[in-house]
């Protein structure tokens, strides 16, 4: 069955840190990758998405993830974040069924 | 993506009540899906749905849980018979009829069942 595994439950960093949250998934064949974030008392919205073509995918907000078949990961990066990224970052994983497998999400705190 | 309409946002419901969760999906889309976020717990993925016919759900629980997504109007999600473990977030996603496999959410209803 597939899987989703985010280690991090709650990172926390002080601002302009950088920042790398790592999504892991077991599945052997072909996989759409996700982040999403979800903001205090906000809803789902979409970071960044990979279907094809380059591994490294850029987002919003200076968000990239890199997509490393080799190692089934899809690690989130910003080299400096802000306080304003305070939030939670779910990674997920659809296959072939066109639903989506979520990790459990990791809560990130930003000092200022 | 704010396109997602879900309500309630909050719901209380009491012991063997029902509850009717309702989510209108992005203007166009025609596949909606629902989740489940249990406290402290990622996304669980409960039910696929186009119009008037379920595609998967397999996530569903078995009993008191149904789904529908009509011709005209919003999906919904039914519990019959709520029971305290059933307080949680139900969140709503919809994708296009092109292809398109990117789900765009709603803001959720929280469900509280005393």
């Known amino acids: 069955a597939q899987s989703v595994s985010q280690h991090n439950h709650h990172v926390i960093l002080s601002e302009a840190a950088s920042l790398e949250l790592g999504c892991n998934y077991s599945?052997?064949?072909?996989?759409?990758l996700f982040w999403y974030v979800q903001y205090p008392g906000q809803h789902l919205q979409l970071l960044l998405k990979?279907?094809?073509?380059?591994?490294l995918v850029k987002g919003i907000k200076g968000f990239e993830a890199e997509f490393i078949k080799s190692k089934f990961s899809f690690n989130l990066r910003k080299p400096s974040v802000q306080w304003s990224d305070t939030a939670e970052y779910f990674c997920?994983?659809?296959?072939?069924?066109?639903?989506?497998?979520f990790g459990t999400g990791t809560r990130l705190t930003v000092i200022p | 993506n704010a396109g997602v309409m879900q309500n309630p946002r909050h719901l209380v419901r009491r012991r063997g009540q029902e509850a009717r969760l309702r989510c209108s999906p992005v203007?166009?889309?025609?596949?909606v899906y629902w989740y489940r976020q249990l406290p402290e717990e990622g996304l669980k993925f409960m039910v696929y749905?186009?119009?008037?016919?379920?595609?998967?759900e397999s996530g569903m629980p078995k009993e008191r849980f149904s789904a529908e997504f009509p011709k005209e109007g919003p999906s919904i999600l039914r519990i019959q018979q709520v029971v305290r473990g059933d307080s949680a977030a139900y969140f709503c996603?919809?994708?296009?009829?092109?292809?398109?496999?990117?789900?765009?959410f709603g803001p959720g209803t929280r469900l509280l069942v005393l």
């Open positions: 203007k166009g889309h025609s596949h």
């Open positions: 997920a994983v659809m296959t072939g069924a066109n639903n989506l497998f």
């Open positions: 990979y279907f094809s073509g380059d591994p």
């Open positions: 599945y052997g064949g072909t996989v759409n």
């Open positions: 749905l186009q119009k008037e016919n379920i595609i998967d």
């Open positions: 996603a919809s994708s296009g009829t092109s292809g398109e496999e990117t789900q765009y």
